[in-house]
């Protein structure tokens, strides 16, 4: 038996991915910029046994059905090719985040694997390398391998697409991101099949596409700045583009709710009273709200009025993936 685990946290696009040029070795349409948090995290343990007769999946301590263990078997395809074994395995992922509600819990869980895999297997990978197959599991997956601002590079194969962290002399130690938990819910349309349905229908895609580079560079600069407003400006707009393009889709559709309407003007109405911050979404009606330390306590006695403190989570920024020891057991 050859067995691994791995912890790999959370990150938060400030320059979103959405949408993919290659669906198979999911390459993106454009590159993006993240910034991974310390409060959600999944650990990952794989154990690949000779005794077993197929791949087995447990999330959160429930066995999952065919459809769902099928992505992670065809991740560890991969793997098994890479080492020419044929082994089942058994994968015991326990997620510190709520699952499939844009809280990027994907992004976690599929590094995390990536790690445990590598770990159990003796892949001897360099970060690039781990990147790289974390992307096969999940395109954000590849960020959250490094600590802080990650860079995943777009590339035109699957050499050249991986993620890279962003020299910052460690300014996102004086950064917070507010996570407003407006639904912990699962999702009516996965990430995934609403960056297809966008890439294929929507009118306004080609537009997204014309300012994300722009905006990617811009968030670099803001980045060696250290140039908190203009950082947050740029993620701001960034993730209102990326959502625009959803409603021109076909048919049409949004990850917002009613609240998350509500969040996005408390957020305004704060910059309205002199409280730098700036709010963002993935694919999900949760909204995150970037601000600096220093200002933290003051945006939630702003928020207070309006929201309850329990739907509020405060992350800072986070490490890279964490690989526990390989373990090659006869029992376990």
């Known amino acids: 038996m050859y067995a691994g685990k791995a912890r790999a946290y959370t990150n938060i696009a400030l320059i979103k991915y959405w949408g993919k040029k290659n669906e198979q070795l999911i390459l993106p349409m454009n590159s993006s910029l993240s910034l991974t948090l310390d409060a959600f995290y999944t650990e990952t343990s794989v154990h690949f046994d000779e005794t077993l007769t197929e791949d087995i999946f447990f999330l959160d301590g429930k066995k999952q059905n065919t459809k769902q263990t099928e992505k992670i078997s065809n991740f560890l395809d991969l793997v098994r090719k890479r080492k020419n074994l044929s082994l089942f395995a058994k994968v015991d992922s326990q ?29 001897d990978l360099t970060e690039t390398e781990l990147s790289r197959l974390a992307r096969r599991g999940s395109g954000s997956a590849c960020r959250s391998i490094f600590g802080g601002f990650a860079e995943w590079q777009k590339g035109d194969s699957d050499q050249t697409s ?73 993620t701001e707009a960034n993730g209102l583009r990326m959502h625009g393009t959803t409603l021109a889709a076909v048919p049409p559709f949004t990850y917002w709710s009613p609240e998350s309407l509500q ?18 979404m993935d694919a999900g009606p949760n909204v995150k709200i970037l601000v600096e330390k220093k200002n933290l306590t003051a945006l939630k006695h702003f928020l207070a009025d309006h929201l309850s403190e329990q739907k509020l989570i405060t992350a800072y920024a986070g490490p890279g993936i964490t690989l526990m020891p390989i373990e090659r057991l006869e029992e376990l």
């Open 162 to 234: 991986f993620a890279q962290m962003i020299p910052s002399d460690n300014w996102e130690d004086e950064l917070a991101m507010l996570f407003v938990l407006v639904d912990d819910g699962v999702k009516d349309i996965s990430s995934r099949d609403g960056m297809k349905r966008t890439v294929d229908t929507s009118c306004f895609y080609s537009g997204w596409l014309e300012n994300v580079e722009p905006d990617l560079a811009a968030a670099k600069q803001a980045i060696k700045e250290k140039d908190f407003n203009k950082l947050g400006a740029i």
């Open 263 to 280: 969040v996005m003007q408390l957020v305004r109405s704060a910059r309205q009273a002199g409280l730098p911050c700036y709010f963002t």
């Open 95 to 123: 997620n510190f985040v709520p699952t499939a509600a844009g809280l990027a819990s994907s992004a976690s869980g599929l590094a995390a694997l990536a790690g445990a895999c590598s770990e159990a297997l003796d892949l």
